[in-house]
């Protein structure tokens, strides 16, 4: 199983930010598809979820309004649209997949709101 990140960076409060995970290495149309990040000295947060079929999403309190996930089962590619930043949303993001046996965890991307 692979999980490979991109689209994190650098970004002023208010701005947007699109990240993208790549999935290989298992059957992509069988699992729902997370997000979550992770901010120097605080835990592991589950930001958003998507079901198999995209139709039903889980969001975190703290980014419903902000934050769009979605996935295309013809790429293999879960995505999260990340509108209207704040300072507190930066973190290391992580995709993640729960299988049958394991959970696997792609390397992560940085995103950073700062002015």
């Known amino acids: 199983v692979q999980l490979v990140e991109s689209g994190g960076g650098s970004v002023q409060p208010g701005g947007s930010l699109r990240l993208s995970c790549v999935a290989s290495?298992?059957?992509?149309?069988?699992?729902?598809m997370s997000w979550f990040r992770q901010a120097p000295g605080k835990e592991r947060e589950r930001v958003a979820t998507?079901?198999?079929?995209?139709?039903?999403?889980f969001y975190a309190d703290s980014v419903k309004g902000r934050f769009t996930i979605s996935r295309d089962n013809t790429k293999n590619t879960v995505n999260l649209q990340m509108n209207s930043l704040k300072s507190e949303d930066t973190a290391n993001y992580y995709c993640?997949?729960?299988?049958?046996?394991?959970?696997?965890w792609g390397q992560g991307t940085q995103v950073t709101v700062s002015s």
């Open positions: 993640m997949v729960r299988t049958l046996v394991n959970d696997y």
């Open positions: 290495g298992f059957t992509f149309t069988n699992f729902p």
């Open positions: 998507v079901t198999i079929d995209g139709n039903s999403r």
